[in-house]
């Protein structure tokens, strides 16, 4: 019978953001903890550390997750996306980001990357939500600033543009 040394680091590979990373974890290390402090990427925040406030919300393999509650070495050979890889490369805010901007709808910012990252995976499986299901998705997330509403309007706005391309 074997036993797991809780101590002993497993090397891990995944895709983060369109490029190859790989490192070595703890078994215990939680994802937002890999990704702030082994990668460097910051934009991902760490809140309650609960689940409850989605302020380390990231993208994995397509689907929007909580990273305090996800071990680093469950993403092995996985696909992660964070906030950092929603502009493009020239660092050009996409529409979502830009409409946050217009719209006034983040102030400190803390809960931003993690509402972005639920609502692109929303954008993306339904381009055109209702204000319910926009509002439903968002019941995940806390923000303590904007009252919600220039947040909703940010996602509306990128919804009618859309509707306007077709």
Not at 1 to 8: A, K
Not at 50 to 58: D, K, M, P, R
Not at 66 to 94: F, H, I, P, W
Request: proline share 2%; charged share 20%; aromatic share 4%.
């Amino acid at each position: 019978m074997s036993t797991l040394d809780f101590d002993s680091k497993h090397k891990i590979s995944l895709t983060l953001n369109g490029r190859k990373v790989s490192g070595f974890v703890e078994p215990r290390t939680l994802l937002v903890d890999f990704l702030r402090q082994d990668i460097g990427e910051t934009g991902t925040h760490v809140g309650c550390e609960h689940g409850v406030c989605g302020a380390c919300t990231v993208q994995l393999d397509g689907a929007a997750v909580r990273s305090c509650l996800t071990l680093a070495v469950q993403v092995n050979g996985k696909q992660v996306d964070t906030v950092e890889g929603l502009a493009n490369d020239s660092n050009q805010l996409n529409h979502l980001q830009q409409a946050f901007k217009d719209n006034h709808a983040l102030q400190c910012g803390f809960c931003t990357p993690g509402i972005l990252m639920s609502m692109s995976e929303l954008l993306r499986d339904q381009p055109n939500p209702s204000e319910d299901v926009i509002r439903d998705v968002l019941s995940g997330h806390l923000c303590r600033c904007t009252g919600y509403r220039n947040i909703i309007d940010a996602i509306l706005e990128v919804t009618s543009n859309a509707s306007c391309d077709d």
